[in-house]
């Protein structure tokens, strides 16, 4: 609070030039966000019998419901499970001598520069029919035909943790180095065992940003497109391929764009919720 | 044949432009079609890409300025829109012999597909759809198409042992009771025509449906042109486009019935013209793989587009549903 209003302050003075700085960014936003989104809503209220029969027919269909809770659902389990993983790695990086850290940071780094597709592909020779997991299960008469252990969704929830592993490991490694050393000595000297102070002391610390996390996951997981279509084998449809199905295979631009303001809705309520759920001072206030 | 035509200088057209998909089929167009056109006539022919031909040629309506004459289209596209596409002259296209469906008053016929069965190499090799959903007899993964419900609606009845004579009207419920019978035996639903070709021929699938010219000359895979259902892909014209323009685009599709400029084609792409002097052309090896030889369509079912036509966008939403409960 106190940095903002410093801040503001510098800014009075001179109001306009603040206003001219800020111009670009705004117009960036409002173009490549507001107006895009504002041309979905539009071709949304396209409607043949009235303005909201793209609604109606997306909301009366089964298939369009389950594929939204589908969606949900893996969005919920991928986020849960990618930030337990990053909060574990994290932990022990933490815990590292610097030079280990940093070739622990430049490993989960790396992969960023490697194609989605790849990495959903890559899979492939590892958890196919064919894949190394099966050949080896095989070869040691441990089973006599291949387990499925891709084209389902187990491994569209394991392909997408493993995408996004670093965009939930980087943030939570920046929180767990702002963690006040200190506090934690001092916990240990009065004669807390690791366990309270990492309950009382150090969760307490980073759980705004394990939360934040979380939710970051939870709403890049539930737009992922190529990872689901690979390792789902077609059998998981989730809202993003079928959003492609219908506007780009079908260019039923009317139910698609409806679909997906639908969609935008529910994610929004669902980051709100959850922020609301985790933050006991905000809820104690509301 | 040029001198039907007004000659270079005469208020020509000065270009001639085909919206298409692209990759091999568009290097196949550029060799056999556009080079010889070009050749003879002198107007230069530009391909451009297209993703879906009836939505943008409907917005290129919309907006007013016509800037591409030629379409890739399905004639099912054809058939339900037919207030987008010119009339075709087939007087001033003077086609060398092409099969019947080729030629239609808004669209000629530009190149075969087929929807096959394909094994793994070291799968045992199938006949029929019927034997396609027999994993009993023939143990093994298999793969359909996740997106469309097209020509997998005729697989599904053929399997189920309807004669494909009495195929069309399609019995849809029979149709869907079939898939969703059987739908626990494929393993996967591929999305594109590259990962079917590569899940059958790496042997992640033993037997797959999928798009003929993907396996056509594969060492890794068998395929059989038996029950196929084959798909001609047609060219179709802008309404109202310039009168000169479409003299050129006339003048260009009959160099699309020229056997010999068909066969350059087939070179580049396992899809086949409808010219009826095409077959004399070919290898043995040609006649094999290429879904409108003479043997080929002896074993195969032309798709029904009016058919389809007119109870596609039924048929799409009850494909959404199956699909989101695989």
């Given at each position: 609070m106190a940095r903002r209003q410093i801040s503001s302050g510098f800014d009075m003075p001179d109001n306009k030039a603040s206003v001219a700085l800020n111009a670009p960014l705004v117009l960036f936003l409002l173009l490549t966000i507001v107006v895009p989104l504002g041309g979905i809503f539009f071709f949304s209220l396209a409607g043949e019998a009235h303005p909201f029969a793209n609604y109606a027919d997306a909301l009366a269909s089964p298939a369009f419901v389950r594929v939204v809770v589908t969606t949900l659902i893996l969005g919920v389990i991928v986020s849960i499970v990618t930030t337990t993983f990053a909060f574990v790695f994290s932990l022990w990086v933490l815990r590292l001598p610097p030079r280990a850290k940093i070739i622990a940071v430049g490993a989960i780094i790396l992969p960023f520069f490697v194609s989605y597709l790849l990495r959903a592909l890559s899979w492939i020779p590892v958890l196919g029919f064919n894949g190394l997991v099966n050949r080896i299960l095989m070869s040691t008469g441990l089973i006599e035909t291949p387990l499925s252990l891709i084209y389902n969704p187990f491994a569209v929830v394991l392909g997408t943790a493993n995408v996004l592993f670093p965009i939930a490991a980087l943030p939570l490694l920046a929180a767990f180095h702002k963690v006040d050393q200190r506090l934690l000595a001092a916990a240990s000297s009065l004669g807390a065992s690791r366990a309270v102070i990492f309950r009382r002391i150090f969760f307490p610390l980073v759980a705004p940003a394990t939360l934040s996390t979380t939710v970051m996951v939870f709403a890049v997981a539930t737009g992922f497109y190529i990872t689901p279509s690979v390792l789902g084998g077609?059998?998981?449809?989730?809202a993003p391929n079928l959003i492609e199905l219908l506007i780009h295979r079908r260019g039923e631009w009317g139910t698609g764009a409806a679909l997906t303001i639908v969609l935008l809705v529910v994610y929004m309520s669902a980051i709100v919720l959850a922020r609301r759920l985790g933050n006991p001072s905000r809820r104690r206030r509301s | 044949m040029a001198h039907v035509f007004p000659g270079k200088g005469h208020a020509a057209a000065t270009e001639v432009v085909i919206a298409q998909s692209g990759g091999q089929a568009g290097e196949a167009l550029e060799k056999a079609y556009v080079q010889p056109f070009t050749a003879k006539t002198g107007i230069p022919v530009r391909l451009v890409g297209v993703e879906s031909s009836i939505g943008e040629l409907k917005a290129m309506l919309q907006s007013g300025a016509i800037d591409r004459h030629v379409w890739d289209v399905e004639l099912a596209d054809v058939l339900s829109a037919p207030e987008l596409f010119e009339d075709l002259d087939w007087d001033a296209i003077k086609p060398e012999p092409i099969f019947p469906e080729a030629r239609q008053p808004k669209a000629i016929g530009r190149h075969y597909y087929s929807y096959v069965m394909a094994w793994n190499a070291k799968a045992k090799p199938i006949e029929t759809w019927a034997q396609f959903f027999?994993?009993?007899?023939?143990p093994g993964r298999r793969a359909m198409m996740s997106y469309d419900a097209y020509a997998q609606l005729e697989v599904a009845l053929l399997a189920d042992g309807v004669p494909a004579d009495k195929?069309?009207?399609?019995d849809v419920d029979r149709a869907f009771a079939f898939l969703e019978a059987n739908k626990h035996k494929i393993s996967v639903w591929w999305d594109s025509g590259s990962q079917a070709a590569q899940i059958v021929t790496s042997g992640e699938v033993d037997y797959a449906l999928i798009y003929s010219g993907r396996v056509a000359y594969s060492k890794e895979a068998g395929m059989t042109y038996n029950q196929g259902i084959t798909v001609l892909n047609y060219l179709a014209v802008t309404k109202g486009l310039a009168p000169e323009t479409k003299a050129a685009v006339m003048q260009f599709f009959h160099e699309m019935t020229i056997p010999k400029n068909e066969l350059t084609a087939v070179a580049t792409i396992a899809y086949s013209g409808p010219s009826e002097g095409l077959d004399a052309l070919l290898t043995d090896e040609q006649r094999r793989v290429l879904p409108s030889s003479a043997q080929n369509r002896a074993k195969q079912i032309l798709i029904n587009s009016e058919w389809w036509a007119r109870n596609r966008a039924a048929i799409d939403k009850r494909w959404t549903e199956f699909r989101a409960a695989l």
């Open positions: 077609g059998k998981v449809l989730l | 027999d994993t009993e007899k023939f195929l069309y009207p399609l």
